[in-house]
């Protein structure tokens, strides 16, 4: 049976309560121990598919097709253990389980409430779909005190009582510095923790965020008020990249703190070795280059988590630190100028995933111009289909050349899928059917043919990568782009729907279909970044 560790957050969001207890998995799993880790989400959608990436941030999909929330990101960056759609649930899709099990007369008779009927929902699926986990995380969405999350923090102390000593709960809270009075204040730890002892949970460990360290005496005062043994009082100071949170958590005892509340004193001794290498790396760095990244959601940089990690992955792998450019592709929709201003030092350029019609003239004029001035392109996604309405217009002569997500252009050369395969079945979609749950999603296999760039850079035929988008390029414009130069280098494996488009004749150009960011890892830098951020710094020796 598997040894439950619940994660809730108090005081203020954006704490950090996924890294925090990403870090933590890392840390057990460097001791030999296997991890799992789940996320509870308060909110009302069925799952962030159908939220704006303004409002949400980006939105991660597993393995088997689950939209899901980006904090799954930061589970299996810092693990390496693929999520899955048990892995992730929201009040929505509680509520879904439950109304329709009403419907169909599952509690025929009974009054159906919050308690029990919700609570047994959530237990039921922090509980499911285990193997022979040692440690399952379980992460609770928001921050103590609102009034969405109580029905989750409601069963998770039932489960708590339940567990008993295989089940202990850490609270993450913030130690805010007062400049006025040069004073750490513990206050809003102390009312935190009584919010979350008033509904009859008593957290075991407190990760106290705080940009200045705690001095013993405090640490101390918040054991005291929040009867937690001082030990289990963490400081959680700022480090300089998120791959350090392992060995800073390590160093302040953190690990040592949990396995103590579980009661285990003959824990195998942590290997950090991956860590100690990959801080070396982002630290230590042998040189630099430009990436810019031409995107429409810039304003909110969590709408780009995953590839700004695997980004810094491909700088991991090469040894560099990579300066991320963020540029609003609208600009270059206004002024033609603001391209050589502000690409004119990149060295690499890429256009990653996007929905809709806006700013999709300024990713073409991007594409064009990594192209034009053979300067290594890497388009993802919606950056795919971008370069190729860009080939088709510029390069095969296709003038009218779009995607059927712009409305009406002549021709689509990127339109909705209504049909493909997985596996032996056959999925299917209708133009007025729910936006909701229905696009292309999860990982599908790809061919990599013969001779090509991307068969050099993954050194393997046949792979696997997720899928998240609607619109697919059109297999009739293979013909027609390869005769201007272009190669169709990976396919589905039933020769239909084009994955990755390159052009051999250019330093690196390559787009691909599917979202490769959501597989990289910083112990296993994704290959098509390794070679990208390459590509980069050969160029930044050209220019
Ligand atoms: N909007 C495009 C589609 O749905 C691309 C999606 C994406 O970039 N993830 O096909």
């Known amino acids: 049976m598997a040894r439950f560790i619940f994660v809730t957050g108090g005081v203020v969001s954006s704490l950090g309560k996924g890294l925090a207890g990403a870090a933590l998995a890392s840390l057990l799993q460097a001791r ?36 899901t929330d980006l904090d799954l990101g930061h589970y299996e960056r810092f693990t390496g253990v693929p999520s899955k759609q048990s892995d992730n649930v929201t009040t929505g899709r509680i509520y879904q389980t439950v109304i329709r099990k ?20 959530i237990k039921e699926f922090a509980t499911a779909d285990l193997e022979d986990e040692d440690f ?41 510095y007062i400049a006025a009075a040069g004073e750490l204040k513990t206050k809003p730890t102390q009312h935190s923790v009584k919010e979350l002892q008033s509904i009859g949970i008593q957290p075991d460990i407190l990760l106290c965020r705080s940009e200045h360290p705690i001095p013993a005496g405090q640490r101390a005062k918040i054991g005291q008020f929040c009867n937690v043994p001082e030990k289990a009082v963490i400081q959680a100071l700022d480090v300089r990249t998120i791959y350090e949170v392992p060995l800073s958590y390590h160093d302040e005892g953190l690990d040592e703190a949990v396995l103590s509340a579980f009661g285990i004193e003959d824990a195998p001794k942590p290997d950090l070795s991956r860590w100690l290498d990959i801080r070396d790396r982002v630290i230590n760095p042998e040189g ?11 304003a909110l940089q969590d709408a780009y988590k995953s590839l700004t990690e695997s980004i810094v992955h491909g700088g991991i792998a090469n040894r560099v630190k990579v300066n991320i450019n963020w540029i609003e592709s609208e600009e270059f929709e206004k002024d033609d100028s603001k391209l050589n201003e502000l690409l004119g030092s990149a ?7 996007g929905f809709g019609e806006r700013g999709a003239e300024g990713k073409i004029k991007a594409a064009r ?42 021709p689509n050369v990127v339109g909705l899928m209504t049909e493909w395969t997985r596996g032996n ?50 297999v009739e414009y293979r013909a027609p782009l390869e005769e ?55 160029q930044s020796r050209l220019v």
């Open 425 to 474: 079945e056959t999925e299917t979609r209708s133009e007025d059917g729910d936006l909701g749950g229905t696009m292309r999603l999860g990982a599908y296999p790809c061919h990599l043919l013969e001779g090509t760039k991307v068969r050099e850079v993954y050194g393997e035929e046949l792979i696997q990568e997720r899928h998240r988008h609607r619109y697919e390029v059109n």
């Open 32 to 67: 030999g121990y296997k991890v799992r880790m789940r996320k509870l989400d308060p909110y009302i959608n069925v799952d962030p598919g159908t939220m704006n990436p303004f409002e949400h941030g980006e939105c991660y999909v597993t393995d088997d097709g689950a939209e």
């Open 288 to 298: 630099e280059v430009n990436i810019a990244v031409v995107g429409k959601y810039i």
């Open 369 to 410: 111009y990594a192209r034009e001035n053979r300067i290594p392109y890497f388009g993802i996604c919606y950056g795919m289909q971008m370069a190729v309405i860009e080939g088709c217009r510029h390069v095969a002569g296709i003038e009218g050349a779009g995607t059927s997500e712009f409305g009406s252009s002549d």
């Open 347 to 353: 060295h690499a350029i890429l256009v990653p995933g």
């Open 136 to 176: 399952v995380l379980v992460e609770i969405g928001g921050t103590v005190g609102d009034i969405e999350s109580l029905p989750f923090l409601e069963a998770i102390r039932q489960l708590g009582n339940e567990l008993g000593k295989d089940a202990i709960f850490m609270h993450l809270t913030l130690v805010p």
């Open 484 to 538: 201007v130069g272009y190669k169709f280098s990976g396919m589905s494996p039933d020769g239909e729907l084009p994955e990755i488009v390159e052009i051999p004749d250019h330093p690196w150009f390559i787009g691909v279909q599917f979202h490769p960011e959501l597989k990289s890892k910083p112990f296993d830098p994704h290959p098509l970044f390794s070679s990208f951020v390459k590509a980069a710094m050969e």
């Open 102 to 121: 009403e419907r169909r007369g599952d509690y025929l008779g009974a009054t159906v409430q919050v308690i029990p009927h919700i609570t047994n929902a």
